[in-house]
């Protein structure tokens, strides 16, 4: 599962459904980031960041 945080440090984040081999995939330059969108073919994730209204 993917998921984002939007607390005093924002980040994105992965762990397996039940919980374990979590890790953070992203947690500098971001905002508000929410929104995401995964890729698998092209292995890649985006994601829209509600404060600075980007994808």
Same mark, same amino acid.
């Given at each position: 599962?993917? /998921?984002?945080? /939007? ?39 985006? /994601? ?8």
């Amino acid at each position: 599962m993917y /998921w984002t945080d /939007w607390g005093e440090h924002p980040k994105i984040e992965r762990a397996n459904l039940d919980g374990t081999e979590r890790l953070v995939l992203l947690n500098s330059s971001l905002g508000w980031p929410n929104g995401l969108a995964i890729d698998h073919a092209a292995g890649k994730l985006y /994601w829209g960041d509600a404060k600075t209204d980007k994808i």
